[in-house]
């Protein structure tokens, strides 16, 4: 749907580097130690039984001379190896899995919010697979200064790793089919989500935390789905998750009835 970045201009390479693998694309900043966003594609067939392994590990494919984030920078910090691309969203089969276990694929993030609300949009996500939708979709992170199981922190691992004030994510659905970015419409819906990531997290479900996508290229400078029509792009990015009118021509119906979804 889009490079993000691909708009920007001037940024430093250590602060925009682009990583491409077959299970998703990444911007990383090295001065941060973790990514600007991870985008991936997500449908039945990247789904399957594979029994995740925590192998964390070190990205190769970042430059020799850049500081390479290791599993043991997060140790004792207070914050969980949180996910970007999700394991569960790539369990078809080991290789898929591990690749998003390289540490460029992970932000510090506080237990609450990795484990229970950022973790429930992830499941209703994988909901959304079952019921026959693909989706792509984009997060990343935004500001400074977490709250973790030890109290607030701005960095970890001695000042390499930025601990980030919010997790954003994006998500666009459509009904599984092919030629996707054409068939992107007026109608189609798209998620947003902006989470603090503090202990308190969990006192709203995922669903209140909703904003719209406008609102995340504002707080970002990213441009998300540039590769959609303009015409559309510019409606779908400016409607809340839920604020839907009549669509004759739905695939799931002759409206879009998400409730509180």
């Known amino acids: 749907m889009g490079n993000p970045s691909a708009g920007r201009v001037g940024v430093p390479e250590d602060e925009e580097f682009l990583i491409i693998r077959p299970q998703y694309a990444l911007s990383y900043n090295a001065k941060k130690g973790t990514a600007n966003w991870v985008s991936w594609h997500l449908s039945a067939a990247w789904k399957g039984d594979y029994k995740r392994k925590d192998v964390f590990r070190q990205d190769p494919e970042l430059p020799r001379h850049w500081y390479r984030v290791k599993k043991q920078d997060y140790s004792h910090s207070g914050f969980d190896r949180g996910h970007l691309c999700p394991s569960d969203d790539r369990d078809a089969d080991k290789s898929d899995n591990e690749a998003t276990f390289y540490m460029t694929n992970i932000v510090p993030q506080s237990?609450?919010?990795?484990?229970?609300?950022?973790?429930?949009?992830?499941?209703?996500c994988t909901q959304l697979v079952l019921e026959g939708y693909e989706m792509y979709i984009i997060a990343g992170t935004y500001g400074r200064k977490g709250q973790g199981n030890n109290g607030n922190a701005t960095s970890i691992a001695d000042g390499r790793v930025t601990v980030p004030r919010y997790l954003w994510k994006v998500i666009l659905i459509l009904p599984e089919g092919t030629d996707d970015v054409r068939r992107v419409n007026p109608y189609t819906r798209v998620i947003a989500v902006k989470m603090p990531n503090r202990k308190n997290v969990n006192r709203r479900p995922w669903w209140e935390y909703k904003v719209t996508v406008d609102d995340l290229e504002r707080l970002t400078g990213y441009d998300f789905f540039s590769n959609v029509d303009d015409d559309v792009e510019e409606v779908i990015e400016a409607r809340l998750d839920g604020d839907y009118p009549d669509c004759p021509d739905c695939p799931i119906g002759n409206s879009h009835n998400w409730s509180e979804r």
Do not use: D, I
């Open 111 to 124: 237990p609450v919010c990795n484990q229970q609300t950022w973790h429930a949009l992830e499941r209703y």
